[in-house]
């Protein structure tokens, strides 16, 4: 089924200011609820992720014990004699070659097994991430993509989830290998000497210290910087879209200049944050080298003192150096963590956006937020139509409707009712209300005042049996045809069943019955399946418009919906395509209720009843001799 789109209404300076500022709110520390969602992403995977992380912190550790068997083995050497003087057994070369293969062999498969199902694991549930933030988007109201450009949005699904999935999607696995290899070195440094602990706790804690001092700002450029990035894709989607249309008025230096503009703030704004990484690098390579010095002084006056061995120290400064090294990555990771945070807010903040009023999320929803959610019960029963019979009424009721709670009103009380199984005609100026009233019927916004029934049922309100239809089933007992017919890049299988609820053979009656039998007669097409898997490019390119238009009848005959709804159906297709579809009313659709929208009215004298809308209101509804001559001559 084809939803019809609202007029479009350009926002203004105040509102485009309002639409930036919305972005940009999210400012200081991260909320409760991102850190809540990673938490419903990684809850099905806990037992498995705490065992891979015993499992990598274990290998980390036998693989850094290499350098504490070197450091003994290096003492045992040194003091043999008096080894052997205790009567205790010294290890021979050959002992400690062993020791240190089978160490090494052990940490490294513990730790390649640690990387490989961790990363598998969290793949999944970043992925998981992705597919509840798509479910809840394709239920946002249709306000939401009224004041959202298709740039903005699309940002939200490639690059900030790019940050996320960069981070937590796999690499995670290397940042929780710099945590065990600090927590290992901690361990072993303690075992080779103490000391060395007060020199890696200073540095730690100046790493953190400039860590902290940092953090805000990293975090704010990083913000700024997804949000930078939305406009100038917005920009670009929207002139390829319009590219003929450009170019039929020559206006490329324009869209290119503006394009220019967008792409230069994001990449000021880019270059801003990049300056700001590497003030923080800087000092953090600082650090490292002091630590250098730092450890190499002190491990000087302490042998001459006489409190560490010549053995610790080769030990102490392999586990100092890396340390300083890890210390600066971990901390550099950290913000990372936080460029993939940022991402994470962004999509945490789409995930709790609310939905469509009257519209719930599938019971197959893994995430469980404030949204309601249908029950396998319910998805089930949601499978019988709203009506049993062939068609239904439709009854308008004190209908007030309007874009925006700042916008004026485009239906003003309308009340009228269309009969099961009557067709009736609308006709009116541009800007009547003639396209809002099917917005409006579809429910695609919430109406201000009055309701709108079919087979009395409505999805707001109870009816006189206190049954409330539910939103899906409500929309699905009505099949839309409108001026721009919609088509989807893929097979023509799949644009005839969206639900993949028909045989081929029904399938291919219903393009015989709308003309289109060179789709399953032609070979070029494919042969082996009479044409069904003729892969039909985005928007329907590789179509003519009456091609299109013949598709989409051919969908609504399959859907079987009891209330058949055209709008201009017919304004932009050759006299053939016109005359099938013209045919359709009255021979095709014949049994059900029809509401039908066109500018020529010839297309309507075979109508039951005609309504006249003017501005919003019903100026005239009657019989077509009655209603159209008055209406040709106004």
């Not at 230069?264 to 704004?269: M, N, P, R, T, V």
């Not at 800007?431 to 409006?440: D, V």
């Not at 429910?443 to 005042?449: D, F, G, I, S, V």
């Amino acid at each position: 089924m084809k939803r019809a789109r609202p007029p479009h209404n350009p926002p203004n300076k105040s509102q485009r200011k309002s639409q930036q500022e919305q972005d940009t709110a999210q400012r200081g520390q991260f909320s409760d609820s991102v850190f809540e969602t990673l938490r419903l992403a990684y809850g099905p995977y806990t037992g498995r992720i705490t065992l891979c992380i015993l499992l990598g912190l274990g290998g980390r550790l036998v693989l850094l014990g290499n350098a504490n068997l070197i450091g003994h083995w290096v003492d045992s050497i040194a003091n043999s004699e008096k080894i052997l003087a205790s009567g205790q057994v010294l290890w021979t070369s050959q002992d400690y070659i062993l020791a240190l293969s089978v160490m090494t062999f052990v940490g490294f498969l513990a730790t390649s097994l640690f990387r490989i199902a961790f990363s598998r694991l969290s793949a999944r549930a970043v992925s998981q991430i992705y597919d509840e933030v798509t479910l809840r988007t394709s239920r946002y109201p249709m306000s939401f993509f009224d004041n959202n450009p298709a740039g903005r949005i699309i940002t939200r699904f490639s690059s900030d989830y790019g940050n996320v999935f960069r981070l937590f999607g796999g690499p995670l696995a290397e940042f929780l290998a710099i945590i065990f290899d600090l927590v290992g070195m901690v361990i072993l440094i303690s075992l080779a000497s103490p000391l060395y602990l007060i020199l890696v706790v200073i540095m730690g804690s100046l790493n953190y210290w400039i860590y902290r001092t940092h953090r805000q700002e990293l975090r704010e450029t990083r913000r700024d910087l997804s949000t930078s990035r939305a406009p100038s894709i917005a920009h670009f989607a929207e002139t390829a879209q319009g590219a003929s249309t450009i170019r039929s008025f020559n206006k490329e230096k324009g869209f290119a200049q503006r394009f220019e503009g967008l792409d230069g703030e994001y990449l000021s704004q880019r270059l801003r944050t990049t300056k700001a990484l590497v003030r923080y690098s800087f000092k953090m390579n600082s650090l490292t080298a002091l630590l250098m010095l730092a450890t190499g002084v002190a491990a000087y006056y302490w042998v001459q003192s006489g409190w560490i061995t010549i053995g610790s120290i080769g030990v102490a400064l392999s586990f100092v150096a890396l340390s300083g090294t890890t210390v600066q990555m971990f901390f550099e990771w950290m913000a990372q963590f936080e460029e993939a945070m940022v991402g994470m807010e962004r999509l945490d903040n789409y995930i709790r956006k609310p939905i469509e009023n009257n519209s719930k999320l599938p019971s197959n929803s893994q995430f469980k937020t404030d949204h309601a959610v249908y029950t396998s019960g319910d998805e089930k029963d949601m499978q019988a139509p709203l009506s049993a019979s062939a068609n239904a009424g439709v009854k308008f009721s004190n209908v007030w409707f309007r874009y925006n709670d700042n916008l004026p009103f485009v239906l003003k009380g309308l009340d009228f009712e269309v009969k099961a199984g009557e067709r009736l005609g609308i006709v009116g100026r541009t800007g009547s209300g003639k396209s809002s009233l099917i917005q409006a019927l579809f429910y695609l916004y919430p109406l201000t005042e009055g309701k709108i029934l079919v087979d009395n049922k409505s999805p707001t309100e109870p009816n006189a049996k206190g049954l409330t239809a539910d939103l899906i089933q409500y929309r699905r007992a009505m099949a839309f045809i409108s001026q721009d017919s919609t088509l989807f890049r893929g097979s023509l299988r799949d644009n005839l069943d969206l639900e993949a609820q028909h045989p081929n053979s029904k399938l291919i009656e219903a393009l015989r019955r709308v003309g289109l039998e060179s789709f399953t007669l032609n070979p070029t097409f494919s042969p082996d399946t009479s044409g069904l898997d003729f892969q039909i490019e985005e928007h329907g390119r590789n179509l003519s418009l009456g091609e299109k238009q013949l598709i989409c009848m051919a969908r609504c005959l399959l859907q079987e919906a009891p209330v058949v709804i055209m709008d201009e159906a017919t304004s932009s297709v050759d006299p053939q395509s016109e005359e099938i579809l013209v045919r359709a009313t009255e021979e095709f659709f014949a049994d059900r209720t029809q509401i039908i929208i066109a500018h020529r009215l010839s297309t309507l004298r075979k109508c039951h009843r005609i309504l006249w809308l003017d501005q919003g209101q019903i100026k005239m509804i009657g019989k077509p001799e009655e209603v159209l001559p008055s209406f040709e001559h106004q």
